[in-house]
């Protein structure tokens, strides 16, 4: 944040946050597309897990018709497409389709220096934050690249006895854990919810409802497990990651 005010002093800086497990770029890219939607248009994004710090993945800028989303070409950036364009990428790479464009971060004088082969979201994701911000266009970056890596959206796996796998994906301060399975997935309000070997009857309406474990369809239209006035992640001693079954009632 430092850099970004350092080149322009009258950026407004919203942290979405700081909570993403260490490496887990399927969680940073959920909380990223269930957040970027209700920013202004022209908004930049900056988005920075990163494991592969100082090896030859790309740091990129991609702009779209509603705000230009910056950080490593690792999938991250999924988090700007619609599903249905994630789904359509060969072996984990997009070819850009317009007015999508994306621009390798390549210009010296947009970097902080020395760059560090480790410290990226200081030296070269911060800095092409700022000066996007001052209204320097993203094609003065770097040259354009024409595909990005690409992350496939989360959804639950169906199974062939009719149920749906699901994963952990991201558990909240609340301890409520948000699972892949999307609420169009589901076959009724009349299912069998398993995690950690604990099994949850229905779908609930709120957090409130009942005592104890809870399932139900939480604002990002996603399947989440809660515990009512507790936490789930608690509870259960739940993983990123854990399985979570979902099968007819």
């Avoid at 800028?61 to 994630?86: K, V, Y």
């Avoid at 390798?104 to 480790?118: K, Y």
């Avoid at 699901?166 to 995690?195: C, N």
Wanted: proline residues 9%.
């Amino acid at each position: 944040k430092g850099v970004v005010l350092g080149i322009n002093p009258s950026a407004q800086i919203v942290d979405v946050s700081h909570a993403i497990q260490p490496g887990r770029i399927d969680q940073a890219c959920f909380v990223l597309a269930s957040a970027w939607p209700y920013f202004p248009g022209g908004a930049i994004h900056v988005a920075v897990v990163d494991p592969g710090v100082g090896t030859t993945r790309r740091p990129l800028a991609m702009a779209t018709p509603r705000g230009t989303f910056i950080g490593p070409d690792n999938g991250i950036l999924s988090a700007a497409l619609e599903s249905q364009l994630r789904q359509s990428a060969n072996n984990g790479r997009l070819a850009l389709p317009p007015p999508l464009k994306a621009h390798l971060l390549a210009e010296e004088r947009f970097r902080v220096h020395p760059v560090s082969r480790t410290f990226h979201g200081r030296d070269i994701f911060a800095p092409a934050a700022g000066y996007l911000s001052l209204g320097i266009p993203v094609s003065h970056l770097g040259p354009p690249v024409e595909e990005v890596a690409v992350l496939p959206p989360p959804e639950a796996e169906p199974r062939p006895d009719g149920s749906l796998l699901a994963r952990v994906l991201h558990i909240d301060r609340f301890g409520s854990l948000i699972t892949t399975a999307r609420a169009e997935q589901l076959p009724s309000q009349h299912i069998t919810v398993t995690v950690r070997g604990r099994n949850i009857q229905g779908l609930s309406q709120t957090y409130a409802a009942g005592e104890g474990l809870l399932a139900l369809i939480g604002s990002g239209q996603m399947l989440e497990i809660a515990s009512s006035g507790g936490s789930a992640q608690a509870e259960l001693s739940a993983e990123l990651g854990d399985e979570v079954l979902i099968r007819p009632s």
